[in-house]
């Protein structure tokens, strides 16, 4: 494969066919602004066999998804599986509603049709972390433990300070302004994996043992309510609720095992499973997106 265009105004601009049957006007505003703004090659695919084909042909341009969570994932999963990921910048304008582009939101690309596409001509990249199950399966926002254990979607972010104190592993330690979207990604994160349990409710206790890098957090004997797993500073971040102790436990490590009875969990707001074991393994910096430019603190994004 060519290497990427360093210009990044030549788009492959690959246009989910959900997208354009769900809301073919946000679609349509999408496409004249990227085809207005860059040379752009539109791809209307009609399953995945057209878009792994059109992927094929990308050459050096960027690749442009329009759709939602799903249409996204669906790309990722591909480019991982065919070892092209890292050296495929992507960019997205999501197309559709809560929760379906909950991921979005979590990333913090705009929610908007044109605040979106003008993002995608003149945002920057950013090298972001993600999760890969030993199935193959790709997590780019997070993960519940049994599927049941939040509300649908990503939720909304929290202006208070994201928690902290996870031991084990850790990463570089340096802070990074709110502002900065690859700082908006991993506070999300930390917001999903630690939402009070007034805000997402704890279903029945589940028998699951939690290992992360080998380390021992739950086990069967110990029900919990909530497993919740996100990549955050190139590592997975895991932090379990037990039904039996008020404080979660936290850790961050390389590698996250979850086993037990047939569980089905809750990846990127789609439900997977059920299985009896999983492990998930954080790639740092293992895929490039292009997001809104930084802005310094005080000053506020357009309305999208």
């Not at 300070?161 to 850790?170: D, E, L, Q």
């Not at 908006?184 to 939402?195: D, I, N, S, V, Y």
Request: net charge positive; charged share 20%; hydrophobic share 45%.
């Amino acid at each position: 494969m060519s290497a990427a265009d360093p210009s990044g105004r030549q788009l492959l601009v690959v246009i989910d066919p959900v997208a354009r049957r769900v809301d073919g006007e946000s679609t349509r505003i999408a496409r004249d602004v990227l085809c207005a703004g860059a040379v752009a090659k539109i791809a209307l695919p009609s399953g995945p066999e057209e878009i792994v084909r059109a992927l094929a042909r990308r050459g050096r341009r960027r690749t442009v998804v329009i759709g939602d969570d799903r249409a996204l994932l669906r790309i990722v999963g591909l480019l991982h599986r065919r070892r092209e990921l890292a050296e495929a910048p992507l960019a997205w304008v999501p197309v559709g509603a809560l929760p379906a582009v909950s991921v979005a939101r979590m990333l913090g690309v705009p929610l908007g049709a044109v605040a979106a596409a003008r993002a995608v001509l003149d945002g920057s990249e950013r090298q972001l972390g993600l999760l890969c199950d030993d199935g193959g399966g790709v997590v780019l926002g997070g993960l519940w433990v049994p599927a049941g254990a939040s509300s649908c979607g990503a939720p909304a972010v929290r202006g208070e300070g994201a928690p902290g104190g996870a031991r084990g592993v850790t990463s570089g330690d340096g802070h990074q302004p709110w502002w900065s979207p690859a700082a908006r990604t991993a506070r999300t994160a930390l917001t999903l994996l630690a939402g009070p349990a007034g805000r997402h409710p704890l279903p029945g206790a589940a028998r699951l043992r939690v290992e992360a890098d080998g380390v021992l957090l739950a086990d069967l004997d110990r029900p919990v309510g909530r497993v919740a797993v996100a990549a955050v500073d190139g590592l997975a971040e895991v932090v379990v609720h037990q039904r039996a102790c008020d404080h979660p436990v936290r850790a961050r490590a390389h590698t996250v095992t979850v086993s037990g009875p047939d569980f089905r969990y809750r990846a990127d707001n789609r439900i997977r499973g059920p299985v009896r074991v999983r492990t998930w393994t954080a790639l740092p910096e293992a895929w490039r997106l292009t997001l809104p430019r930084p802005q310094p603190p005080g000053v506020t994004s357009p309305a999208s």
